[in-house]
């Protein structure tokens, strides 16, 4: 039976090798999520090293019919941003490539998650304020995917007479009289409301307080609401070293 080559795009936020010596890579793009195989012993043309984390390529890939996994045959390097591969860059890039793909399990994705995504790693890109693009982009994919917090009112009363304290379970700040969750900085608290109220741009030019406070809570938001990211727990090894 005669093959039938197909083309898509994306970048690479995921890849590992089975015990037979296949590498399984996990591709976003536009169009959504996809997976592809490159086979052992068919890694010519630099396809594997081409095919590294956060690489945007253009793969030629075809289907068998009992098989729906795509396996690779061509990948053409659109575009690398190199500092990701900076060992002080690169944990935040895997922490916002782990989201992506936690959040596009059960749904299609929306174009604006990659869309995001894409400019996040343009940001971490520029090597500037790596924790706080990080933390800004987190909140930002959770709100594409219809995770937000609430945290202008109580997530319990909707009063605004707002105690400091952020109930991560109901996913959102408490007022005096709920009085519940674990406490908030004052200034976590702005930081939560700008994110959470004006565009990425802003909230990156107005800057975050305190990186381990955000790093706290967003990682007890994602346990709760997605799922542990092994990425998160290697960054908070490194930021706490
Ligand atoms: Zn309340």
Redesign the pocket.
């Known amino acids: 039976m005669a093959q039938r080559y197909q083309i898509n795009e994306g970048i690479v936020i995921r890849r590992y090798e089975l015990p037979s010596g296949d590498v399984i890579v996990t591709l976003i793009g536009e169009h959504g999520k996809w997976q592809a195989k490159v086979k052992k012993g068919k890694h010519i043309g630099g396809n594997l090293g081409k095919l590294s984390l956060f690489h945007d390529v253009t793969a030629q890939y075809y289907r068998k019919a009992e098989d729906n996994l795509a396996i690779l045959t061509q990948v053409q390097l659109n575009g690398a941003l190199p500092n990701l591969s900076n060992p002080s860059i690169y944990p935040y890039a895997h922490v916002l490539a782990e989201l992506v793909d936690q959040l596009t399990v059960d749904v299609h994705i929306g174009e604006d998650i990659y869309k995001y995504f894409v400019s996040s790693l343009r940001g971490l890109n520029t090597e500037a304020n790596p924790a706080s693009i990080t933390i800004i982009y987190a909140w930002r994919l959770l709100q594409t995917a219809g995770l937000s917090p609430r945290v202008k009112s109580?997530v319990?009363?909707g009063?605004s007479d707002l105690d400091l304290r952020f109930d991560v379970t109901l996913g959102g700040v408490?007022?005096k009289?709920?009085n519940r969750g674990m406490p908030i900085s004052e200034e976590l608290l702005a930081d939560l409301q700008s994110i959470h109220s004006s565009s990425v741009r802003d909230a990156l030019n107005r800057g975050l307080s305190n990186p381990d406070e955000h790093f706290r809570l967003l990682s007890r938001f994602l346990a709760y609401h997605v799922t542990e990211l092994n990425s998160l727990a290697t960054l908070k090894l490194m930021v706490s070293a």
């Open positions: 109580c319990v009363c009063s408490t007022c009289a709920c």
